[in-house]
C-alpha cells in the first residue's frame, strides 16, 4: 500500500531557510501537498504540486518534486517565529482522492 | 462559505457509549473524508464518500459507521466506544481530484 516518511523533528534559526523533507511510495500520485498544523488546529492547506511539475513557487514556499526517486521537499525562505507547527506532506490516490499522510514534521524556529 | 463544519468540537464519553460526530459542508463538494489523528501522529482515512449514497472504507474503519444521504453531509458513528477511538477526528471535502479542505476537528476522550 501507499507509504509517506517524513522525518520527526526540524530546528532553524528565525530568518534561515528551512528543508522539509518527504518520501513517498505511490508512483501514480497525481498531486502531492503540504499541510500546516498549528498547536490544536486543524489541517491548513500551504501548498501542492502536480506530479508532472518538478518545481512550484509561491512566495517563501518552494516545493521540489523529483518523481524518479519519489522524493518531495518543501522549502520555506525566512523561517519566521510564526512557522513553527507540524508540516505533514501527503499524497493522493487516482481513486477516490484519498490522502495517505506521513507522520508530520515538527518545525522549531528559534529567535 | 462557512467551509466544513464539525460538530461537537470536544466531547467525552465512556466506554460502551455511542455517539455521532457530526460534519457538513455548503460548497456543493461531492468528495467527502472522515481521518482520525492520533497523538504525535499523521492522520489515517476511516471513510470516505464519493458522492450521497455512496460510501467506502478507508484504512482504519473498524468500530465506525457512515452514511451520506445528502451532499452536505457526511455523520461518523461510533455505535460501542472504546479507548482505542480515543482521538482527534477530522472532516474534509473535497471536488474531484482538487485539494481537500479540512473541518476544525472534534477531540473525543474515551474513558
Known amino acids: 500500500g501507499e507509504d509517506v516518511e517524513q522525518s520527526l523533528f526540524l530546528s532553524v534559526r528565525e530568518g534561515d531557510s528551512s528543508v522539509i523533507n518527504c518520501t513517498y511510495t505511490d508512483s501514480s500520485s497525481t498531486y502531492l501537498y503540504w499541510y500546516k498544523q498549528e498547536p490544536g488546529a486543524g489541517l491548513q492547506l500551504l501548498t501542492y504540486?502536480?506530479?508532472?511539475?518538478d518545481m512550484k513557487q509561491d512566495q517563501r514556499l518552494t516545493v521540489l518534486l523529483n518523481k524518479k526517486d519519489k522524493h518531495l521537499s518543501l522549502r520555506i525562505a525566512d523561517t519566521q517565529t510564526g512557522d513553527s507547527a507540524i508540516y505533514f506532506c501527503?499524497?493522493?490516490?487516482?481513486?477516490?482522492?484519498?490522502?495517505?499522510f506521513g507522520g508530520g514534521t515538527r518545525v522549531l524556529v528559534k529567535p | 462559505n462557512a467551509g466544513v463544519t464539525q460538530t461537537p468540537k470536544f466531547r467525552i464519553l465512556k466506554i460502551g457509549q455511542s455517539m455521532t460526530l457530526q460534519c457538513t459542508q455548503d460548497?456543493?463538494?461531492?468528495?467527502m473524508y472522515w481521518y482520525r489523528q492520533d497523538p504525535g501522529m499523521g492522520l489515517k482515512l476511516i471513510y470516505y464518500s464519493v458522492g450521497a449514497g455512496i460510501t467506502d472504507k478507508g484504512e482504519v474503519p473498524n468500530g465506525y459507521n457512515v452514511s451520506r444521504s445528502t451532499t452536505e453531509d457526511f455523520p461518523l458513528r461510533l455505535e460501542l466506544a472504546a479507548p482505542s477511538q480515543t482521538s482527534v477526528y477530522f472532516c474534509?471535502?473535497?471536488?474531484?481530484?482538487?485539494?481537500?479542505?479540512f473541518g476544525d476537528g472534534t477531540r473525543l476522550s474515551i474513558l
Open positions: 474534509a471535502s473535497s471536488t474531484g481530484n482538487q485539494p481537500q479542505h
Open positions: 504540486i502536480f506530479s508532472n511539475m
Open positions: 460548497m456543493n463538494h461531492n468528495y
Open positions: 501527503a499524497e493522493t490516490s487516482v481513486v477516490g482522492n484519498k490522502l495517505t
